[in-house]
């Protein structure tokens, strides 16, 4: 960087030098042919047409009295009668810019090299009344040949414009160099840098910003971590579950598959193993049930559409009124009519069928179960046994019942609630629960969050 800087420098001081040589050089060239012109015009107030002849004595006469100028008489033609350095002057210079200027204009000017004798020259012509012409001219430098002789002169300025700016360089690196250094440590050693001027700001506001980020994606990362974590114990807590659920079950089977296999069970006791063998049978198979439904959940993807939950309500309830019946529990409707939703009739049928089923296996004998629709909400309230307000939190837990001793009787495996919750929370809706011991529960599904 800092050898760029140099270059940099110096080549801006090399540039700057040139372009001010050649622009002094036309500068003072452009000068030097406006005073040869002033000088002409001078020169030319100076003829005197009764004192000199239009021959070649004339026009050296004439030019002694100018301190050398050339003198050159010509016809109103432009043919030449005299000139005072030309040995040849035999010629016409009507083509000439400054004899056709004279010519029509009166008098003219025009700079350029002579042909005749090699050299630049500025002139300056004048018509004496249309009966001849006299020209007058000095010699002049090109302005190559100007800026030739300045080049000692530029090479010595130069010189000393580029010590100047190595200098200059070497102290603007260091200025400008070293609030980047100081920038570049504040990034590494520091979460938030400071910019010393405010040219570096922008800077400072990336790297902040590239900070941030930073800090974001370990935050990220260690958030997927600790999820990763979370869904490994959790994965190990389902197997878990799913073990002991299994347990018990199975070892109900293999015991009196064991008795029968022996024999000597009367036909009675022989009845009772099978019945228990096929109803533990049965159970595993829910259980198996149980968990694909709720496994298949997280992977199924297919797409909502209006479903009515107005008549799915009701036709829940009406399936599940034998089992209500059973033990005198009143099934109370508050259903508002045609509340539709964007959703699946399966989902949906599974959050009713858990819910009501819940709140008549967990009543009293002779208690209510209300069902309440609207368009933003459903609710389910039972007159049950209710949730101790410490177990609230674990009520939508995998494997968790209120009451471990319906896990048998009524063969329950705790993922009802898992699986109602799940179908929310991938629905976009919010699902709460108040309950008191001995008084009853009240889920409430709110679709307008």
Known sequence: MKWRIWLLSLGITLVCVLTFGVASTQAYYQSSIDDSKRFLRVYMNAFDPAAYALDEQGAKDFSQKLNGARVTFMDAQGNVLADSLAQNADANHADRAEIQSAVFEGEGFAVRGSSTLGKNMVYFCKNFNGDYLVRVAVFTDSDWRIFARTLPLLALFSGVMLALSAVVATAASHFILNPVKKLAAQAVDSRTVTAECAELQPV??????????????????????????????????????????????????????????????????????????????????????????????????????????????????????????????????????????????????????NLVRNAIKYNRDGGAVTVTVTPCLLSVADTGIGIAPENIPKVFSRFFTVDRSHNGKNGGFGLGLAVVKKICKASGWDITVQSEPQKGSTFTVRFDT
């Open 204 to 353: 400072a506001d990336i790297l902040n910003e590239r900070n941030r980020n930073l800090r974001s994606q370990m935050q990220a990362l260690q958030a997927e971590q600790e999820a990763a974590e979370k869904a490994r114990a959790s994965k190990d807590e389902f197997i878990s579950n799913v073990t002991h659920e299994m347990n018990t079950p199975l070892t109900s089977i293999h015991g009196y598959a064991e008795l029968l296999q022996a024999g000597g069970l009367s036909e009675g006791q022989k009845q009772q193993a099978y019945q228990t063998v096929l109803t533990q049978s049965e159970r595993l198979i829910d259980l198996i049930a149980c968990i694909i439904n709720y496994n298949k959940i997280d992977t199924e993807s297919l797409p909502s559409y209006a479903v009515d939950l107005s008549a799915l309500a009701k036709e829940t309830l009406q399936a599940l009124r034998p089992a209500a019946d059973k033990r005198n529990i009143r099934l109370i409707q508050n259903i508002e009519d045609n509340v539709i939703l964007q959703s699946r009739h399966e989902l949906l049928s599974e959050i009713l069928g």
